[in-house]
């Protein structure tokens, strides 16, 4: 449970100064098409960042905190698959890591079925 809400604040403050970087260092190197990708992970990165943090709350009150924390990881998984393969593609231009993004978004996926799961 804390394990959850350590990570989403490591990852909040991760995807703030990313976040930042991009606007100020990124804005005049990446191509208006690369800056929206990269803003893109930003986006993911931040919803899910507070998806942890929602998650490492829900996790000290549920019954079934083993399948929260195990959708945190699914979570995580997703930030490092999705956004980290934005950063990725928007920063080098390699477009073949555009192919590990829809993993990320499976993990997010799973993460949120599981979390469905645990309040039906």
Known sequence: MNTLLLLGSILMFLA??????????????L?????????????????HA??????????????N??????????????IILFSGSLYALSLSGIR??????PLGGVAFLIGWVMVIITLI
Do not use: C, R
């Not at 905190?65 to 997703?78: C, E, R, T």
């Open 16 to 29: 703030v100064a990313l976040g930042a970087f991009g606007a100020h260092a990124l804005k005049m190197k």
């Open 31 to 47: 191509t208006p098409d690369m800056m929206k990708v990269y803003e893109t992970g930003i986006q993911y990165h931040i919803a």
């Open 50 to 63: 507070l998806g942890l943090l929602i998650l490492g709350l829900l996790a000290n009150s549920s019954s």
């Open 65 to 78: 905190a083993s399948l929260i924390v195990m959708a945190g990881w699914f979570l995580f998984a997703g």
């Open 96 to 101: 073949k890591l555009g192919a590990i993004t």
